[in-house]
């Protein structure tokens, strides 16, 4: 399985003004854990969940008072995760 990570432009734009709070490396751990555990039914311990509504095809990760949104692209060969937004609690699903 490879794996491609694409970052939209509100999340770079996260990353430049919080490196901080979440660096790149880690949300890039966080995907990893979270496509393992989607793909390959792994049981690894990470606050992942299935969003409903508009954004049915998307998945959240949350680490703390941040929210990962991405949606997985692609098969069991190769899998494309764009990230969406990431964003503190309040603000990421506007």
Do not use: C, P, T, W
Request: overall charge positive.
């Amino acid at each position: 399985m490879r794996l491609e990570i694409e970052y939209l432009k509100k999340a770079d734009k996260f990353f430049k003004l919080n490196n901080h709070i979440l660096s790149k490396d880690r949300a890039k751990e966080l995907i990893i854990k979270a496509v393992k555990k989607i793909i390959l039914k792994e049981d690894i311990n990470i606050d992942l969940k299935h969003l409903k509504g508009e954004l049915k095809n998307y998945y959240r990760i949350r680490q703390g008072k941040i929210r990962i949104l991405f949606k997985i692209d692609g098969d069991k060969i190769i899998v494309k995760v764009i990230i969406n937004d990431i964003d503190f609690r309040g603000d990421v699903y506007k």
